[in-house]
Structure formats: structure tokens, C-alpha cells
């Protein structure tokens, strides 16, 4: 091989050299490129992931109040319940009650016509 071909074969290696390190620097700044978005990805990711669990912690606190608050209506149904049988009990004693006073209404209504039958037999002897 003479000087010429040695030549034009560096000069050749020489543009697929360059070509090479210009493909190489192309890819670094894709890869550099692609790095800062799955930076930021993970980031925003992150953040989600950090707003799903504060949600979950609100979720789970709520939840835990709302089911105080059913025990508490339970038994506050509960203690209504006991009132109400206890109330329930109490109407044959009441209906008793108002039956017994009918009767003393009505005796006592007797025994004031029964007074004044006597006082008008008295006035008349």
C-alpha cells in the first residue's frame, strides 16, 4: 500500500472516528436527557405516593371517627330501647291508673247525689 491509500484509509478512520464521537456525545446527552426525566418521574411519583398515604391516613382517622360515633349512637339506641320497654311496662299500670280514676270519679259523683238526696229528705222532715 502506498502513502495515498494510508492517507485517504486515516482520513476515513478519522471521519468515522468523529461520526463516532458525535453519535457517542448524541447518546450521552439523550441519556443525560432521559436520566432528568425519570428523575423528575420518580419525583412526581414520590410526591403522589407521599399524597396517597397522607389521604389514607385521613381516610383511616375519619373512619376510625365515624365508627366512635356509630358505637355511640348504639348505645345511645340502645339506652332508648331500655327506656321505651321500660315505658311499655308502665302502660297497664297507667291504664289501671286512669281506669281507678274513673271509678273515684264516679263514686265520687254517686256520693255527692247520694249527699244531697239526704240533705234534701232532711230539709223536707
Known sequence: MDLKTKTI???????????????????SEKNNEANNSITNIKKELESQLQNVRNNLNTVTNENSRFKKLISEKEENTNLLLCKIEELQKQIPDAKRLSE????VIQ???DL???????TLKSLTL
Open 107 to 109: 263514686l265520687t259523683s
Open 100 to 103: 281507678l280514676e274513673s271509678q
Open 9 to 27: 484509509e486515516l482520513n476515513q478512520l478519522r471521519l468515522d472516528f468523529e461520526t463516532l464521537e458525535t453519535l457517542h456525545n448524541d447518546l
Open 112 to 118: 255527692q247525689n247520694e249527699v244531697n238526696n239526704i
